[in-house]
């Protein structure tokens, strides 16, 4: 195949950027895992939907194969309990067969009155679900894929683990392990298993509803988009870094935050 052909395949190629590909979605129920996991199956994945609670991941599974055409499969489970996420890969294999892509999206970000009253129990709450279960489950996942020949891993972080605030420490500082994270298992599983980061700003999710609007309409003036982002607007980036036009980055931060980040 000459250079031009395969420019033009590749070309093609973004219509169905995943294509024949299997992908795992961590808390993709609803916000932005929601909207990753249906951007994946119209870009012809077939997609594990996973969160704590299957009825939601059930609804969302049979909309989208009646939608997209692709199989789309439904699991329980909290990415906090370490014994669990060894098992819901064996399941996301026995329905789909090997995972090539898997997005690490579930998180949480309580509120606390103050950082003095963060209890023992919320920080370790906080810390299994952003950065034990994701550990584990790139541990385990990426075996699996370099024995196979590659695949892609996809952790969704935060920009405020670029700008943490007293407001949200606790979950700033387990996103900036995240960060590091992928910084290691890129090294670790690479040249076959890319793994990388989105750094998300705010966004107009389901969380959000607990924000102050004229506080947040106040902060963003200062920010180049000033405004938040629509949960779709994730999604160039999580298909970009988890498809074929991505093949030589790994080990990488993308912030898609709205020029946050760019901001004083």
Not at 120 to 135: S, T
Not at 175 to 204: D, M, W
Request: glycine share 10%.
């Amino acid at each position: 195949m000459s250079s031009l052909d395969a420019a033009v395949a590749a070309a093609r190629a973004l219509d169905q950027p995943l294509a024949g590909r299997r992908a795992l979605v961590t808390g993709g129920s609803r916000g932005l895992g929601r909207e990753i996991a249906i951007a994946f199956a119209a870009a012809g994945a077939d997609v594990a939907v996973a969160s704590r609670k299957k009825d939601a991941c059930e609804e969302l599974a049979e909309e989208l194969a009646s939608a997209t055409g692709r199989r789309v499969t439904a699991h329980a489970a909290h990415v906090g309990d370490w014994d669990r996420l060894d098992p819901l890969l064996d399941e996301v294999e026995q329905e789909l067969g090997p995972l090539d892509v898997l997005v690490n999206n579930a998180g949480m970000a309580p509120l606390y009155s103050s950082l003095e009253e963060v209890s023992e129990a919320l920080f370790d709450k906080v810390f299994a679900v952003n950065v034990r279960g994701p550990f584990r489950l790139m541990a385990a996942a990426g075996k699996r894929m370099v024995a196979r020949g590659g695949g892609a891993i996809l952790n969704i972080s935060s920009m405020g683990s670029q700008r943490p605030t007293a407001g949200d420490l606790p979950y700033t500082a387990a996103k900036s392990a995240l960060n590091t994270l992928t910084a290691g298992f890129a090294q670790e599983y690479g040249p076959s298993v890319r793994v990388n980061t989105i750094l998300a700003g705010p966004f107009a999710t389901d969380i959000s509803k607990a924000w102050d609007p004229e506080a947040v309409a106040r902060m963003a003036q200062d920010w180049p988009a000033k405004r938040v982002g629509e949960p779709h607007e994730i999604v160039g980036a999580a298909l970009y870094l988890c498809g074929p036009h991505a093949t030589y980055t790994t080990g990488a931060l993308l912030a898609v935050d709205g020029g946050r980040l760019a901001a004083p």
